[in-house]
């Protein structure tokens, strides 16, 4: 239930992100002679790579969470 909340929000940033991201790189890039088309494959790798840091991130504290000792915590409060 965690991660689906976290990619749940991320999707969402991925598409209010990616639209702008791609009009802008294209702004940018028509200033170069040699210019370059952003592809879908750009958006699909940099999607991917972002989910999985999201994914891995979450994992490790929900980990980190599950495994410190609770009286620790309580004694500090």
């Known amino acids: 239930m965690l ?4 990619l749940k929000l991320v999707l969402i940033a991925m598409m209010i992100a990616f639209p702008l991201i791609g009009w802008a790189m294209n702004q940018w890039l028509k200033e ?28 490790y504290q929900a980990v980190k969470a599950a495994l410190m000792d609770p009286v620790k915590s309580l004694k500090s409060e």
């Open 3 to 6: 991660y689906a909340d976290f």
């Open 32 to 59: 170069f002679a040699f210019r370059i088309d952003l592809g879908a494959n750009v958006f699909i790798i940099s999607g991917i790579s972002i989910i999985l840091l999201a994914l891995v991130t979450v994992g």
